[in-house]
Structure formats: C-alpha cells, structure tokens
C-alpha cells in the first residue's frame, strides 16, 4: 500500500474494488431476497431481518445498505420496476411471433413472482405512508412502458379509431388474470382467454 507523509496510507484501487463488488453484490441480495418475501410472505412478514436471514446476511449488514425498512423496500419498488422492465423488453428480441404468442407471453408476466410481490408492494403503498409515493410513480412507469411495448409487439396502429383503448383493455385483463392466479391455478380458463383474446385483438387491430 502506498503512503504519503501529510496523509498515511493510500488504498490502491485494486484493493478498493473487490470491496465495492462486495458491496453491491449484497445489495443485489438483499434487494432479490425483499422480492421474494414479498411475494411469499406479503408486507406483515417482510421484516429487514426475515429479508437479511433470506439473503444471507446479518441484520447489520443490511441496515447498512437500507438504514429503515422503507428504505430498503422503497428500494425494492425501484427493483421489481426494472426488473419488470427488463421482462418485457427480454420477451421478443428477434421482434414479435404471432399475436397469439404475444398475448400469451404478455399474460405470463402477469402471473410470475415480479407481478405477485408488486401487488404486494401495491396493497403495502395503499397502507404506508413512506411506500404510497415511490409505488404510485413507478407503477405509472412501469406502465407506460408495459403499453407502448404492448403496441410494439402486438402491431398496433394506434392512429386507428379505438386501437389505444383495446390494447389498454386488454393489458387490464392480463392484469386480472394474474390477480385470479393469486388463489387457484388459473391455466386452463387462462388458455381459453388468451386465444379468445388473440382473435379479438386480430379483428379489432387488423
């Protein structure tokens, strides 16, 4: 290590750098582990440290990253957003199959871990304070972005009359299909949606 007289010793960047790696790598943990709680075990059983025992960490370690539990599930909020995000961007990425494919696939994200520990951040934000804000803004981003890939994959011609309106809808009943996954396996009626679905959205888009 080197040193200066006035200042002592200097850390060398290739030792401050596994430290960051560190850092950052049991913030991932932390902020996947709050992920999972939530969808598991809702807001009431998502405490720091039922989350620190999940990522492997100590309490204290993850008040260091996340002093309060709104700060690490405010976090959590910035988290499931991308990573929802990232989802839906990762759904197609030689561009969009069929319409039925695409309808099935926006409908699954609906029904997976990030869309059950986002209604879980939902009905926490409709409780606290702290969550109410960062939830709302980014759930409004989150959809903006869900509806405008929507439009992307399904070839919307939102010029045309009603066209915004039928993708919006539809992408409401996705919505619901995974609120109704929450109690039962919803499957078999979900497959007969999608392809009803399909062939509405063929007619109504052209």
């Known amino acids: 290590m080197s040193t200066t007289a006035e200042h002592g010793p ?6 401050r750098a596994p430290k960051q790696d560190r850092s950052r790598a049991t913030r991932q943990r932390l902020l996947e582990a709050a992920v999972a709680c939530l969808a598991e075990h809702g807001w009431a059983g998502s405490t720091v440290a039922v989350v620190a025992e999940r990522a492997g960490v100590s309490r204290g370690a993850a008040q260091h990253h996340f002093p309060t539990r709104e700060d690490l599930f405010t976090a959590a909020v910035e988290y499931v957003a991308e990573e929802r995000s990232t989802a839906l ?100 009626r979900r497959e007969r949606v999608v392809a009803q679905w399909a062939d509405l959205l063929d007619t109504a888009l052209g």
């Open 89 to 188: 961007r990762a759904l197609f990425p030689a561009g969009p199959g069929d319409r039925r494919a695409v309808v099935a696939a926006l409908v699954d994200l609906y029904t997976g871990p990030l869309f059950r520990a986002a209604l879980h951040l939902w009905v926490a934000a409709s409780n606290e304070d702290q969550l109410r804000a960062p939830v709302t803004e980014l759930e409004a981003r989150v959809g903006r972005e869900t509806h405008r890939i929507a439009v992307e994959l399904l070839g919307a011609d939102e010029s045309r009359p009603g066209a915004r309106e039928t993708v919006q809808g539809f992408l409401d009943m996705a919505r619901g299909l995974g609120l109704a996954n929450l109690l039962t396996d919803d499957t078999t």
């Open 10 to 15: 200097v850390p060398r960047e290739r030792d």
